[in-house]
Each structure stands twice: as C-alpha cells, then as structure tokens.
C-alpha cells in the first residue's frame, strides 16, 4: 500500500529489499512467532464466548429466569446440579453467566458497530476536508470527550431509559468520539499522499475520494483499534447493569448479576466472584486480540 | 542483607496491630457516661410535622410527645388503643363532636421554655391546619373545625363530623406532636435544628453526616431515663452497621432491608433482632377499570398465578416476615383474617382461557421501583406470572418516579407498601374509597390503586357507628367484600426491624412483636436500659 511503502522508505533509506526480506523472514522465526501466542489464545476465548453466547439455550444446564424457592443463596455445587451455586431468588448462577455472555456480547459487538458507524464519516470528513467542518466536528468531538465513557453512556441510558437497545445505542455514541479522533488522525495522513492528488487531477469529487481512497486505507487500523473498543463497551456495559441502568430483569447480564450479589459479598461471595471473573476474561480476551493484532498490523512490520 | 524483608514485614504487622488498636472504642468515655450509640440514617429535619422520612420520624419519638400515646397492654405495646400522656383525662360530648382535654400540670419543656399549657397544644394543631410551609399531615387533623383554650389547662376540641378515630390522631406519632409555641415562634425556620418537645431527651448538636446528639430531659413527668446521652449515627451502608455492631461501635442497628442473610450475621455475633408490627404490608392492588383487569375471572387468575408462599419463603425466610392474611394488616383496629386465593396456575390458566385470553396476554412498560423490595418481589412475580402466559416487562425507575407513575394510572396493577394510622377506617379509606382514586386530569394523588368503589357504603356506616364492636364488624365486610371483587392481593405483612447488642441494652418488650409502633423505631425509646 502507498502509505506503508512511502513511510518504510522514510524509515530505512539505506535498506535494501533483499535485506528487508531477510529482516521479515528472520522475525517469523523468532520474536514474531511469540507474537501470535497472545492472538491465539485472545481468538480462543473470544471463540469460545462467541460459541457460549450461541449455543446458550443448549449449554446452560437451569432457564436463567427459572426460581426454586428451596434453593436460594446455595454455594457452588449445590445439590449436585448448581455447579456455580445459585442466587437471591434461587436462579442457578452458571445458567445466568451463560446467558449474559450474550448480552455482553451482543452489547459490544453492536455498540462499537454504532460507534464506528456515526464516528468514522465524521472523522474523514473533518480529517480530509479540513476548515471549518474540522473545527465544528472536533470542537463537538472535545465537548464528547470531557465526559468519561460510561459517565456519557450513564447519561443517555438515563435519559432513554434502560433496555438492551438503548444501551447498545448509549455506548455506541459515548464510544464515537474515539472513533472519529482516530479517522480524521488517519484522514490528515492519508489526504497528503500522492495518490489523493492524482486522484484530484482526474477530477474525483470529495465523497468518491473519500469512499474509494481514504476510507479504504484507514480502515484495517481503524478496525484493529475497534477490537479493543470491545472491551471498552463491555466493561460500561457491566458499569450500566451494576448501577441499574442495564437491560431489565429477568434477563441476565453479568454487571447486574454483580450487582445483585454486591450486598450478599459477606455470605454468598460466588455471586460477585465468577460474574466478575467472567467479566475480566471476556475484557482480557478483547485486549490481547486486539493488541496483538495491532502489533501484528504494525506497518513497519508488513515489510513487502 | 538477608534479615531486611523480614524486618519489613515486622514493621507493617506492628503497623496493622496498631491500627486495630485503634479502631477499638475508648472504654473510659463510656464507663463515665451512659451513651445509646445507634446506627441509622440523618434525619432530614427535627421539626416532627414536617418530615415522612423513616429515620426523622423515628428520632423525633426521643424528642416530642402527644396529648395520648398508643397503650401498654399486658407488657405489650398496642397500636389500637390510647392511654392518656400529655393529656391526664378527656371527656367527649353526646353526639361525639367536642372532646375537652385536662393537660398534665408540671410538664416542663426542654432548655427552660417553660410548662406546657394549652397554648402550645392549640398552636401545634393549628399550624398544620392552616397548612403552615412544609407541614405534611393536615390531613389527617382535617375533622377539627375549632381549637378553644379554656384554661391553661383545659383544651376543647370541636370537630366538623363524628370522627370514630379521632383519639388516635392525637397519639404522639406525626400530626398529633406538641411542640413548644414559644421555641417555634421564636426560631421561625429553624425551629427543624431547634427543636423544643417534651419528650424524654432534648436535642444537643447536629454533627451533619456524622450524628445528632440528644441528652436526657431530667424534668421529664414520667421520670429522668436512664439512658444520659443517645447518640443517632448516620451510617448508609448495612456492612458498616453490622461490623459497627459487632465491634461495639453501635448497640442498635436499623438496617435498610433485613435479610436473611442480615438476620444470619446478627444471630451469629449473639445480637438480637427486635421485631415490631405492624410493619408495611406489601401487596398488589389490581386496577378494575383498566382492560383486560376490568374482566374479574382476569382479575382471579392473576390472583390465583401468584405463589405468595414462595415470595416469603424467598426473600424473607425463617419468619422474618409473615404471610398476608388480610387486606386489613393485624394491628389494626378492624382486621379479619379472610379467606386468601391459593396459588393454582392451572386454575389461572383456565380462568384466562375462559375471559378469552388462551395464550395469555403481554403487559408492556410496567414500572417498578428500584428501592426496597419492590423490585425482587416483582421479579419473583414476573417469572410467576410467565408460567400462566403474563408476560411482563420490567422497567425499572426511581422511586419518585415510580410515585408519579403509579398516580397516572401507568400500571395495571400496582405494587404498594405501607402503613398508616392503625385502624381500618384510615387504612381503608386511603387505599380503597373511591374518592382517593388516583386521577392525573383531577390532580387526585390517592393511594386507591385499584379504582375501587365496592366498600363506600360500608365506609360511611362506619363513620356513623360508635359502637366498636358493630364498626369492626362493617370493616369485617369490607375485608371479605374487597377478596371477593378480587382487587387487592395481600401479600406480606413485614415488620420494622432493628437489631440490638444485648449485652449492652435491654428493652422491657419481647423482641418477637412485643411492640407495635407507627415509628419505624421504639414505641418508647426512654424505657431501654444500658447494662451498666
């Protein structure tokens, strides 16, 4: 590609490409071998989240919703059928985390989907058309970007009121301002290439340079860093449902059911124990996909 | 270099026992005075007229005292019957209407405003009426046409109607507190963090956030407590009050909810948890006006759908609550155990079928609050409801908003707790007269959920009836009329609860509902004892 081959020729000028080759060949056996250790492992789980979210009806042994009065508050195993124990209203745990790997799921794939969408056009157009668009767009942008992202996403679901599409939409718009710095950064470098200037002298229109040129080099980068906004999203999401303002009951989601289980901490500590450790490997899964991917999709790195 | 971690280590353990050592109360202070340390929220206001909160209505019971107060009964505190307190006797003419007052001479109020006379009484009634900035009751003194002094010592009290509760009006418990006229012309405003009663403890200093502190009154009619100094904490977190508890910090403990799991820790630490009635009753109020609920067979299988056994069993195990037996509470003047619906799906699911809802029926956008146990019975009750084909969908709100929405009608049917003036003419009138219907285009905010208008006859028989035991009987009809046109679901009585540190304090009433109290507290708060 035209960036990536102007920018290796700014960064080793006296590098031949036989030398490169032998660079590229000799990190595949070495240091970047480790690097697909992480993504592997990052892709398992989220594989094995994405099939747990699928297949839930099947996997999870209890309804999520169903109550058995006699059962209420049971450590891990009780009975022989509650393997992670069960809840305030007598809910099997296990079945719960299965189901609200869905919502977690669901949540950030869609929210991030709603951010890029809404903030990626923005950031193109300000980053390539630059004047007062720019400013208008960016100084909206900063005002976005003062309030942290689940304060933003807090305020909308309140505002909406809470249910799985308007939180989706809620953090989708509190995640759009870091899609659209992120754009126009990518924008500002691309309009500078050569190929936008020639592309201009045959006499493209802003939109079809925008669509056909820039767009389509920005967005490898921009989808590595969406991957890491994932977890972002799923983390205000369990943000939202533990301070009530996530999807309603009965469905499950792991911040309510952490938050539910929150006031029996001193009895019942399985409640916030496996709702939040399904929490951090969901975010740990996102993150080291992500980073390794970015690390993957270096630049620098893809030497051909 | 070798012993250093260790020497570490030995710093920080020396560190962390020092700082427990730290945390435990100073024994001299206490050995010296006779403090009450209790743990509960901040009181909003001291001025008892203006405030519903829980924790304010409990603290001004320390402070003020009415012309009666509820009665002691064969050791126990009751909620349906008066004895004389401020008032030492009282006479009531022929057609019931004037009541004349004999004030107890000698009553002194706190920090030298001097004795209580009529004035005061007619001054504290007054500025309700009249509806004075912020005064919450006046409603409940509305029957009062005329206040009279006819001496220092003599009130007379004329009311518009026959008023077969009127007595209980004047029991020491939100509208019925005097307050001193002097202190209250005097600080105006303030008179909330000034407050002048003649209860058993006087008000000394507001730490905000931190604590109010009162002292005993030592002119008190009925004797100095024992207790010197009584300590409020405000304290918002249930953890930090059972560990206060433990620890010594605190001797009484209101928590927000007691659950079962709160009722473990309080067991397991050899404190004991003082169970008061008649507490609030949680129940549903099915709105007859609105489809498909104007249909009585809908009305019955939502009824019938309900395991109200369960829901006790679930979120109030081992008898911390007590499965409802009555739209009318026991505690209250009137109550009748009445025949309840069992729960029987298949019966629900029939009784569906035949209003012509096989499938059952979507009730979209039902509101409930996010406070109290509101929204873990009405989880219980969604699932319920699924298994006979209700499907109801949660949206859960504020509490206020939960208020407003309720009032316009939004849900159906209404989930509500509460508890009111002990007898089945307050209680009934409020929650199911036909003019406290709930109405956003008349502005009418009543609690009658159900838009019932079954029980007015027996209502306005009532108020006519001076004979006790024909009115209980008019309110025994109304209980049995209100199951049988299937409006309201009784479903739980749940008491006020406080847990207590016995070997610190004692109370002279049988912690299993030795008392009932309206005050989300102790009826008598000045006959707990500390154990010296």
């Known amino acids: 590609m035209a960036l990536t081959e102007k920018k290796a020729v700014q960064g080793f000028p006296a590098v031949g490409i036989a030398q490169l080759e032998e660079r590229w060949r000799r990190s595949l056996r070495g240091r970047n071998r480790r690097k697909y250790i992480p993504i592997a492992i990052g892709m398992l789980m989220v594989l094995t989240m994405v099939v747990v979210a699928l297949l839930a009806p099947y996997i999870a042994p209890f309804s999520p919703s169903a109550q058995y009065a006699d059962y209420v508050l049971k450590a891990p195993g009780a009975g022989g059928k509650h393997l992670l124990g069960t809840d305030e209203y007598g809910r099997d745990l296990l079945s719960r ?208 | 270099m070798a012993p250093k971690p260790w020497l570490r280590l030995g710093v920080a353990v020396l560190a962390v026992v020092a700082g427990l050592a730290l945390l435990q109360p100073a024994p001299a202070s206490a050995a010296r005075k006779q403090i009450l340390r209790i743990a509960h929220k901040e009181p909003d206001t001291l001025d008892p007229h203006k405030s519903i909160l829980g924790q304010t209505q409990a603290l001004v019971r320390f402070i003020y005292r009415g012309l009666t107060r509820f009665a002691i009964k064969d050791g126990k505190v009751t909620t349906a019957e008066v004895e004389p307190d401020l008032a030492e006797s009282w006479t009531v003419s022929e057609d019931g209407t004037v009541w004349t007052f004999k004030l107890r001479k000698g009553v002194q109020f706190h920090k030298g405003f001097g004795e209580l006379t009529a004035e005061d009484v007619k001054y504290s009634y007054e500025r309700q009426l009249q509806r004075e900035k912020g005064t919450r009751f006046a409603k409940n003194l509305d029957v009062i046409k005329e206040i009279t002094v006819v001496d220092p010592y003599t009130v007379r009290i004329t009311l518009k109607a026959y008023d077969p509760v009127f007595l209980l009006r004047t029991v020491g418990y939100q509208q019925g507190y005097i307050i001193s006229k002097k202190a209250a012309e005097q600080y105006g405003d ?144 009137g109550h009748i155990p009445v025949e309840m619906p069992e729960y029987n799906p298949e019966l629900a699911k029939k009784l569906l079928a035949e209003a012509g809802y096989p499938n059952g029926f979507k009730v979209e956008n039902y509101f409930i609050t996010k406070s109290f146990a509101y929204p873990k019975i009405m989880v219980l009750v969604q699932e319920q409801l699924k298994k006979v084909g209700i499907d109801v969908q949660l949206q859960l709100v504020e509490h206020p908003t939960y208020h407003r929405n309720i009032r316009k009608n939004l849900n159906p049917f209404v989930l509500y707790g509460g508890t009111r003036l002990t007898d089945a003419d ?31 006859d027996l209502l306005a028989q009532g108020r006519q009836t001076r004979d006790p035991e024909k009115r209980a009987k008019l309110y025994h009809e109304a209980q049995r009329r209100i199951m049988r046109d299937a409006v309201c679901l009784p479903i739980v009585d749940v008491p006020n609860m406080s847990a207590r540190n016995p070997k610190r304090v004692k109370s002279p009433f049988d912690p299993e509902y030795g008392e009932f109290a309206l005050h989300y507290f102790y009826n008598y708060p000045e006959m707990l004892t500390l154990v010296q």
């Open chain 2, 190 to 333: 303030q008179f909330g963090w000034n407050p002048v009663g003649t209860g058993p403890f006087y008000f000394h200093e507001h730490l905000p956030r931190e604590k109010v502190v009162l002292k005993a009154h030592k002119d008190y009619y009925f004797g100095r407590p024992q207790i010197d100094e009584v300590h409020w904490f405000d304290v918002p977190e249930d953890a930090t009050k059972l560990i206060g508890l433990e620890k010594g910090t605190f001797d009484i403990i209101v928590p927000n909810t007691v659950t079962a799991d709160v009722k473990g820790q309080v067991e397991k630490m050899g404190a004991v948890l003082d169970k008061r009635g008649p507490g609030g009753q949680y129940r549903f109020y099915i709105n007859w006006t609105k489809p498909p609920f104007n249909d009585i067979r809908v009305r019955r299988a939502f009824m019938h759908a309900i395991d109200r056994q369960a829901i006790v069993d679930t979120l109030w195990p081992g008898g911390l609550a007590n499965l409802a037996i009555s739209p009318v509470p026991p505690g209250y003047f």
């Open chain 1, 97 to 304: 985390i299965i189901w609200g790997t869905r919502v977690s799921l669901q949540v950030g794939l869609a929210s991030v989907c709603v951010g890029f969408v809404l903030g990626v056009p923005l950031g193109i157009m300000a980053g390539f058309l630059r004047g007062s668009t720019e400013a208008m767009i960016m100084r909206f942008t900063d005002m976005m970007l003062a309030f942290p992202t689940l304060l933003l996403a807090l305020i909308i679901v309140t505002a909406l009121g809470g249910s799985l599409i308007n939180e989706i939409l809620a953090i989708g718009v509190a995640l759009m301002p870091n899609f659209i710095r992120l754009a126009r950064s990518l924008a500002l470098t691309i309009r500078e290439n050569d190929y936008i200037m020639a592309a201009r002298a045959i006499g493209g229109s802003h939109l079809r340079i925008m669509l056909r040129h820039v767009f389509p080099n920005a967005v490898s980068t921009l989808v590595v860093i969406a991957t890491l906004y994932i977890a972002t999203a799923i983390r205000t999401e369990a943000g939202l449902s533990f301070l009530g303002l996530g999807v309603p009951p009965p469905t499950p989601s792991w911040g309510n059911i952490l938050s539910e289980g929150r006031q029996y901490i001193k009895c019942c500590p399985w409640l916030t124990t496996f709702s939040g450790f399904a929490i951090m490997l969901a975010v740990l899964a996102f993150n080291l996909m992500g980073d390794a991917l970015r690390d993957l999709l270096d630049p620098r790195l893809r030497g051909e």
């Open chain 2, 426 to 456: 307050v209680w009934l009138h409020l929650f199911f007269h036909s003019g406290e219907a709930p109405d956003p285009e008349t502005g009418n905010m009543g609690t009658n959920f159900a838009h019932y208008n079954g029980i007015d």
